[in-house]
């Protein structure tokens, strides 16, 4: 059974910082890219970064200079150091876990989400 469990979430004020964590299990978590999406209320889901199983990274324009992806395939986790949070960065975060072989999509999964919220 595949699991991706996000937690890290929480109330911070603006400029303060999280750690988002993605546990995962069922899938072969080294082979996989690991990305992180967030969507506000009312908006659609979008990309945040991504690192892949060879350690590539990609950042949004929205969040490159503040956030930091990381993984630790001994641990099965992807995290997201969040820093000088903004109010435009409340939403929930997700997890998504996605493999290709040969081309061809082996599997895409994500996680329930955990909630970020930056108020003061």
């Known amino acids: 059974q595949v699991q991706l469990v996000e937690s890290g979430g929480g109330l911070v004020q603006p400029g303060g910082s999280l750690r988002l964590s993605c546990a995962a299990s069922?899938?072969?978590?080294?082979?996989?890219?690991m990305k992180w999406y967030r969507q506000a209320p009312g908006k659609q889901r979008d990309w945040v970064a991504e690192?892949?199983?060879?350690?590539?990274?990609n950042y949004a324009d929205s969040v490159k200079g503040r956030f930091t992806i990381s993984r630790d395939n001994a641990k099965n986790t992807v995290y997201l150091q969040m820093n000088n949070l903004k109010p435009e960065d409340t939403a929930v975060y997700y997890c998504?876990?996605?493999?290709?072989?040969?081309?061809?999509?082996?599997?895409?999964?994500w996680g329930q989400g955990t909630q970020v919220t930056v108020s003061s």
């Open positions: 998504n876990a996605v493999r290709y072989q040969g081309g061809t999509l082996a599997y895409d999964y």
């Open positions: 069922g899938i072969i978590f080294s082979l996989s890219a």
């Open positions: 690192i892949t199983s060879v350690g590539i990274i």
